[in-house]
């Protein structure tokens, strides 16, 4: 290897630099020689050889990095030994640890290690000593912690930098990978790690997950105890919990084989239950963001054992109000991997969910079977994943809204562990339930009381406000002609309707809210059909969509007697017909018995 010979002007060297050998340089500039990793280190005696001001900063050749560090010391790397880290950890434990550990790593460097242990269990890592250079946002040198094998945004754990260590983590499956990046201008110790696999128990920060017992659903082992502490992941929330299966050895006071839960980190915190037996452990909800799970089994008689799923933060949400939005977790930036996350509307009875599409863009489709295989959103009618299916999206695409037949809608986002998008955003809006009918002349709207019982009858209108509806029995109504209340004949597909527009004002305070849905009679069938066309917001809920035909409805709050409007023209046209048919048939006999 040959290295200039140190002459240079204005902090560069000159084009005509003689070059040494490697044992002229050390002869010149003492030094250990290069190292086992490729590289090595020369210092001045001193700085009073007046070359600092002179120096460059780094000086680029064929094989060999050199950087001026500080007063009168340099650094260069061998560029074809280059660095040695990294690898396959595929033993049941071990250690590994940056290059050099404990002494300074180099730099410029990249190591990946990816470890993998048996099947069916996670890995457990752990770091005893951390010390890299440290930026607000690690944009230096860092280390990553993925959630799998795959480099994938979405399978990111952490990045991590400066001289506070990592926590402990708990991958979702047997693999997890760790990246460790240095740039070229200030090195520190690096870091220390180890691992282990683990059948069961573990730290789990992801937003969501799912925990089992040992060997499930095959029976769970004899004198088992796992430790499973969730938490401390980005939302900060609290924690759900439920569970989908679980058998397990009773007995009174559950003495034997049980799953304990407690509201914190340790077994100090309060104590959320202790659960044995066949019967599911009810749906439990921390108040805070950290939860403990224990299970433990004696000496004999086993069972199934359970599975579990848990939700944090922003991957599981309840919404009860008449409209809102959502996102899936980190919109805009990718999603994590291995979620399943779920988000339910809960309207009162009466009401459907009409669900508006705002972006949406997950990972494609399975080029194998053009189905969503992989991330995949979900929505079902009835709030639970046994209802009725809406609908299945992926990719990237612009979906029309849905609307659900009932006043509960559960959407669910499952990703896989590789291969993250953009998201979605999501807005619905409850639909009122009522029922619009009308006649030749008028128009009939009946609403439930209770469905919008927080409203006065003035906030409920036709057209203009001086059209507000009454309260009759317990529904709001409107009744109306055809030449009042902002009516408007128009003339649609070749067929002549009569169009008005009907107002729920659900403002608060300086906050506009006001819902609007288009009546529209066609008086030759006297058939009349309402449709949501302004909802949460006008700019982006454009698509407006017919959400009910007046002859379906089926409002358990609405009389059934009330809902039908009677056409009194037809009524007085026909018995006038009758009245001069009677008439002319007594002239016809005054006439013959005369």
């Excluded at 019967?279 to 086993?302: A, E, M, Q, Y």
Aim: aromatic fraction near 10%.
């Amino acid at each position: 290897m040959l290295i200039p010979e140190m002459l240079f002007r204005d902090r560069r060297p000159q084009k005509n630099a003689q070059c040494l050998s490697t044992s002229q340089v050390r002869g010149d500039l003492p030094a250990g020689g290069w190292g086992a990793q490729g590289w090595a280190v020369w210092q001045f005696w001193s700085c009073s050889v007046g070359l600092s001001g002179m120096l460059p900063a780094e000086l680029e050749f064929s094989d060999t990095t050199i950087i001026w560090r500080e007063c009168g010391q340099w650094e260069a790397q061998n560029k074809d030994l280059g660095i040695k880290c990294g690898g396959v950890l595929s033993a049941p434990s071990g250690n590994f640890s940056s290059p050099n550990f404990p002494g300074l790593y180099p730099y410029e460097t990249e190591c990946t290690w990816l470890i993998v242990v048996a099947e069916g269990s996670s890995v457990l890592l752990s770091f005893s000593h951390f010390e890299l250079e440290y930026h607000d946002t690690c944009a230096y040198d860092y280390l990553q912690v993925y959630n799998g094998a795959a480099q994938d945004r979405g399978n990111l754990l952490g990045t991590f930098c400066g001289h506070s260590p990592p926590p402990p983590f708990s991958s979702a499956w047997h693999v997890m990978a760790v990246v460790f990046r240095s740039d070229r201008h200030v090195a520190k110790h690096g870091f220390a790690a180890a691992y282990r696999k683990d059948a069961c128990g573990g730290q789990l920060t992801g937003l969501s997950g799912e925990i089992t017992s040992p060997r499930y659903p095959e029976s769970y082992p004899n004198d088992a105890e796992c430790r499973w502490s969730i938490g401390g992941a980005s939302g900060g929330g609290p924690l759900t919990l439920v569970f989908a299966d679980f058998q397990m050895e009773g007995g009174q006071g559950c003495g034997f084989d049980y799953v304990a839960l407690f509201d914190g980190p340790t077994i100090t915190a309060p104590h959320l239950g202790r659960y044995c037996g066949s019967v599911r452990p009810p749906r439990t909800i921390s108040s805070t963001p950290h939860l403990l799970i224990i299970f433990k089994s004696d000496f004999n008689i086993g069972g199934r054992g359970f599975k579990a799923h848990f939700y944090s933060g922003e991957c599981q949400e309840v919404f009860t109000t008449i409209k809102g939005n959502f996102s899936s977790p980190q919109y805009p930036n990718f999603y994590p991997n291995n979620l399943k996350c779920q988000w339910s509307i809960q309207l009162p009875p009466g009401y459907r969910v009409k669900v508006f599409f705002l972006d949406m863009e997950l990972e494609g489709r399975s080029s194998l079977t053009g189905g969503c295989d992989y991330d995949h959103l979900s929505a079902f009618d009835g709030g639970t994943e046994n209802g009725s299916l809406l609908g299945q999206w992926c990719g990237r695409e612009s979906l029309a809204p849905i609307t659900s037949r009932s006043n509960r809608v559960l959407l669910v986002l499952h990703t896989d562990r590789n291969t993250a998008r953009r998201g979605f955003s999501i807005s619905y809006v409850g639909v009122v339930p009522m029922n619009v009918s009308c006649t030749r002349t008028d128009f009939h709207i009946q609403i439930p009381v209770q469905s919008l019982a927080q409203l006065e009858r003035n906030r409920i209108y036709l057209g203009t406000p001086s059209c507000e509806a009454q309260v009759v029995g317990r529904n709001f109504k409107i009744h109306t002609r055809f030449d009042t209340c902002g009516t408007e004949s128009q003339r649609r597909n070749n067929t002549s309707v009569v169009v008005s527009t009907l107002y729920i004002d659900f403002s608060v305070g300086d906050q506009e809210d006001i819902h609007q849905y288009e009546v529209q009679c066609e008086p030759k069938k006297k058939e009349a059909s309402v449709t949501l066309i302004a909802g949460p917001d006008t700019s982006r809920l454009s698509q407006a969509e017919n959400l009910v035909d007046a002859q379906q409805w089926e409002g358990e709050a609405i009389d059934a007697p009330e809902i039908k409007s009677q056409d009194t023209s037809d009524i007085v046209f026909i018995s006038i017909c009758i009245l001069a048919g009677l008439l002319m048939v007594i002239a016809v006999v005054g006439l013959v018995l005369l």
